[in-house]
Structures are given as structure tokens and as C-alpha cells.
């Protein structure tokens, strides 16, 4: 039977969800969105998502599909019957008809995140929820030195929590880049970290930031960091402590 693909663009506060994907027992971004989607449609939906998203972490334009025998519902409506249905932590930003065989997940070509950090002493109680609160001085170029290290292609098995002792699993990655920035906005002192890889391991750009915070304040020496990028040795797991979820935004998936 003829079936529609179709790709939306999604926006959400991830505040109050445990991550994208379905859990069971856990609130999540993904069912929240097909409960609705199976409401419009009136049959089963799964919603592909382009990746994992960390308890409590943002996105500013995520990518997923699915796949509908319904062909009733125009989707250039789809969008405002959804957001009219959705909670407000969660909007759909455009919804279009993609090729039978799109898949937002494998037909990735890379990702794109930013982690936004608030460098005040004081961190306002409306930002507690989206930065990661650092009242520490940093210099940031310490921290570039660092970033350019680990741009290209790398073993980031110290980079990332979660698989198995005995895990047979490819930790090798490319990074295409990884830049630090800092703004001003609202009179508050801000850094924002812009990455962009072929894929991620879990937890990998929350510890990749925790590093290169680390190396800035004297606690891991560059030469560490080097020969655990080369998989010759594993980073101190004490030194490599993710940092808070709240300040990971999901920015694009490029196909």
C-alpha cells in the first residue's frame, strides 16, 4: 500500500523531557509528538528522529520523519494543527513530503550542535535551565588551542559514557569543527561552543567540553589528551565528567 513520507523540523525546550527518543516509564519528546501525530492521522505512527538528545537538552532545529498510509491531511497544514495540539515546549517548524527512502537518522550526513555556557559569578534564575553556569575566569584561547586539537578524525572512546567494558563498538569520529565564542547579551558574559561532526557517541560533546574546561584550568596536560584522541590511552575518568545537559542545543542535521 502507497505510503507518504514526511520530514518536520522541530524546535524544543527539552526542560521537561527525559531526551528525544521513547522510554518507557519516562516523558519524551518523541512520544509526545506521535501521541498527536496519531491522533491526526488516525493510525499508528512511528516518528524517526536524526539522534539521540540527553535528558534535558535543547534543540533549535531537529530533524525527523515518518512514514503515513493517510493522504488526507495537506501538509502544509501540518505544522499548525500540530502546534495547536502540541505543548509549548515543543513546536513544529515546517513540515514537508520527502522520498520513500529518506531516513532522518541514516541519511544524515553530519550534525551540528552548539553548548552555551554562562561565565558570571551569578547565574539569573531564567537562564538556569539553558546554560551550564561557570564562575570561573576562562581563557578562551587556551580553550581554542584545545578545540583545534580536536577537530578531524579521532578515537573518542574517552569521550563518551555509557557502551560496555566489552562493547564492540567504533569509537573513531570526524570532527569538522569546533569553535569557542564569546558574547554579550543582556549584560551577561557568554560562551558558546559551535560543533560539527559526522555522528557522536553518547554523552561525547558534554565530555568533549568538559575536557578542553579542564585543560584550561591546569588539570590535564595537552600530550594527555592527544594519545587518548590517538586511542593509545584513556583520559582520567574524573577529568572527562560530562557538564550539564542544560546547555546542549541540537542546532541542524545536514543531508
Known sequence: MERRNIKLNIAFDGSNYNGWQKQKNFRSVQQTIEEELEKIFQERIILIGAG????????????ANFHTHNFNIPVENLPKILNSLLPEDIKVLSAIEVPSSFHSRFSAKAREYIYLILNEKECLPHFRNY??????????GKIKEICQIIRGRHNFKSFCYGYGKDEKKDFQRIIYYFRPLEIKFLNQHFILFFIKGNGFLKGMIRSLISVCLNYEQGKIKK????????????IDSKLRVAVPASGLYYKRTFF
Not at 131 to 140: A, G, I
Open 131 to 140: 546554560v551550564y553556569h561557570l564562575p570561573l575566569e576562562v581563557d578562551l
Open 52 to 63: 539521540r538528545t540527553d535528558r534535558g537538552a535543547h534543540a533549535l532545529n531537529y530533524t
Open 223 to 234: 600530550e594527555n589528551i592527544i594519545s587518548a584522541l590517538n586511542g593509545e590511552t584513556i
